[in-house]
């Protein structure tokens, strides 16, 4: 089993900045995969970011060069860097593991983010 906590969101305005952090505990070992997904109220849930245990990233196009996921293997945290806010950005986000031995995936509560006009 999997814990994953997120936190760092709140209420910030258009052109600001937010770091949303993910904290994983429990078998973390067999995760391939950690990322962030949002969900505005009356969207679907909707990718973000990604980040493999090799580093790699992979970014929705709605936030490339605004945002910056990263991992931090020594404390098992994950962050998202958030730039140049948009009230587009409005939603939860969800911190997300994936576990590809498994074949599952693993959610964390999610954390508000408002952004202001």
């Known amino acids: 089993q999997v814990r994953l906590v997120e936190s760092g969101g709140g209420l910030v305005q258009a052109g600001g900045s937010l770091r949303l952090s993910c904290a994983a505990s429990g078998s973390i070992f067999s995760i391939n995969r950690m990322g962030w997904y949002r969900q505005a109220p009356g969207k679907q849930r909707e990718l973000v970011a990604t980040?493999?245990?090799?580093?790699?990233?992979n970014y929705a196009d709605s936030v490339k060069g605004r945002f910056t996921i990263s991992r931090d293997n020594g404390e098992n945290t994950m962050y998202l860097q958030m730039n140049s806010l948009m009230p587009e950005d409005t939603a939860v986000y969800y911190c997300?593991?994936?576990?590809?031995?498994?074949?599952?995936?693993?959610w964390g509560q999610g954390t508000q983010v408002t952004v202001s006009s």
């Open positions: 997300n593991a994936y576990s590809l031995v498994r074949g599952i995936d693993y």
């Open positions: 980040i493999t245990s090799g580093g790699s990233t």
